[in-house]
């Protein structure tokens, strides 16, 4: 079973890498998955949540620092090593490589995982924008297939593990805030 599995990830990365591949996409991907662009689109974001986002923006800007270093952890220095499995730009032929294929590990895609637990977290907050989140964090994810440095399972699992490690964080941040309340609603009635 897990052979079949592993020979359907093979064929979608290659209609993937291969089949759709246009000149538009060619440019795009490359820019879309670069981890300096995603970085500086990240701090803009972060700083504008701080900035101009009143009470709402500065708790969400707080909680996606640990958000991301939960998920970045998890997937670069737990997972990956946990599972082993060697990128397609490093042991398929004719892979269309757009990026540098990178000495890293395959399974899960950090920046699928990164990009959904953004997301997650995210439009927990601002439900208005969750599409577009979503959308985001989607077209993050499948550039890393189509530039050649991951596997569509890869992806798959990186977007359900941000997609947990969003709604953990959000998750953690509703209990601490009824746990408070409820110490001082406590604290109230004894006096």
């Known amino acids: 079973m897990l052979n079949e599995i592993l020979k359907l990830d093979k064929l979608i990365f290659y209609l993937l890498n291969h089949k759709i591949a246009n000149p538009v996409f ?4 490359p820019f879309i998955t670069s981890d300096f662009n995603l970085r500086v689109f990240l701090v803009f974001v972060w700083l504008g949540l701080l900035i101009f986002g009143g009470r709402t923006g500065r708790i969400v800007a707080i ?5 991301i270093a939960i998920s970045d ?6 997972l990956k090593p946990l599972f082993g499995r060697i ?17 890293g590990l395959s399974f899960p895609s950090s920046h699928a995982v990164n990009s959904f637990t953004v997301a997650t977290l995210l439009s927990k ?12 964090a989607f077209l993050i994810s499948f550039s890393r297939v ?8 890869d992806v798959l699992a990186g977007m359900m593990i ?30």
């Open 73 to 78: 952890q998890l997937s670069s220095h737990i």
């Open 125 to 136: 907050f601002y439900r208005k924008y969750l599409v577009y989140l979503f959308s985001l």
């Open 162 to 191: 941000g997609f947990v490690v969003g709604i953990f964080i959000f998750y953690l941040w509703i209990y601490s805030v009824e746990l408070y309340k409820n110490k001082i609603k406590k604290k109230f009635e004894k006096t």
């Open 146 to 153: 189509y530039v050649g440095v991951h596997y569509p399972a």
């Open 63 to 67: 909680l996606l620092i640990p958000a």
């Open 87 to 103: 990128r397609p730009c490093h042991e398929l032929e004719n892979v269309r490589l757009l990026v540098p294929c990178g000495s």
């Open 26 to 29: 060619d440019v795009l991907m």
